[in-house]
């Protein structure tokens, strides 16, 4: 039986976090442990089932065979700028508007992954639960940053700011605990 990855939550804590206040407040943060599901990774069609299901344009699916051609090896990186749009124009028989409603429609479900959700960026990560290019181990390990990744992409606002609280106060003791060395003079 192949199981689909997931990241299984085993421990709550409560921890220090630090606000844009400057303020110190004990905050929850979970454990998370990443599940791996299958124990060898081959590559059968069966794994894009679901997207293939979810489909709703041939633009879609011509998108998603060409990125399955130019994907980055063990990376699992893909660039749609306009450079390569104008290939994917000329590969695939397709409109700049297809293209366009294409990378939305496969951002939709969670094949692309913006590089970085807060500004508009044509570097996506493609999602290797449905598609990989390179070995098991760095697919097992950028699965599970993308798993992270979605998650913290669709938590509430609320606990996106504790997360980045907790960040904050960890950040400042680590500053806090830092040595400067170069002052040291040796014996």
């Not at 039986?1 to 804590?13: A, C, E, I, S």
């Given at each position: 039986?192949?199981?689909?990855?997931?990241?299984?939550?085993?421990?709550?804590?409560c921890?220090?976090?630090?606000?844009?206040?400057?303020?110190?407040?004990?905050?929850?943060?979970?454990?998370?442990?990443?599940?791996?599901?299958?124990?060898?990774?081959?590559?059968?069609?069966?794994?894009?089932?679901?997207?293939?299901?979810?489909?709703?344009?041939?633009?879609?699916?011509?998108?998603?065979?060409?990125?399955?051609?130019?994907?980055?090896?063990?990376?699992?990186?893909?660039?749609?700028?306009?450079?390569?749009?104008?290939?994917?124009?000329?590969?695939?028989?397709?409109?700049?508007?297809?293209?366009?409603?294409s990378?939305?429609?496969?951002?939709?479900?969670?094949?692309?992954?913006?590089?970085?959700?807060?500004?508009?960026?044509?570097?996506?990560?493609?999602?290797?639960?449905?598609?990989?290019?390179?070995?098991?181990?760095?697919?097992?390990?950028k699965?599970?940053?993308?798993?992270?990744?979605?998650?913290?992409?669709?938590?509430?606002?609320?606990?996106?700011?504790?997360?980045?609280?907790?960040?904050?106060?960890?950040?400042?003791?680590?500053?806090?605990?830092?040595?400067?060395?170069?002052?040291?003079?040796?014996?």
């Open positions: 039986m192949n199981r689909v990855p997931y990241l299984k939550k085993v421990q709550t804590d921890v220090n976090a630090l606000s844009e206040d400057g303020e110190i407040y004990k905050a929850k943060t979970e454990t998370l442990v990443f599940i791996e599901g299958q124990e060898d990774f081959t590559f059968w069609f069966s794994h894009v089932m679901p997207i293939i299901r979810k489909i709703k344009h041939l633009s879609d699916f011509k998108l998603l065979y060409w990125i399955s051609g130019h994907i980055s090896y063990n990376d699992g990186m893909i660039s749609l700028n306009k450079v390569y749009k104008t290939l994917i124009e000329k590969d695939m028989l397709l409109s700049r508007t297809a293209i366009n409603r990378i939305a429609s496969l951002k939709a479900l969670k094949v692309l992954i913006p590089y970085s959700p807060k500004n508009r960026s044509a570097v996506f990560y493609v999602n290797p639960l449905f598609i990989w290019k390179g070995d098991k181990k760095r697919r097992l390990k699965q599970e940053f993308i798993l992270r990744l979605i998650r913290e992409n669709n938590l509430p606002q609320k606990e996106l700011e504790t997360l980045e609280d907790i960040e904050r106060y960890e950040e400042s003791t680590r500053r806090e605990y830092h040595f400067n060395f170069s002052n040291v003079k040796s014996a």
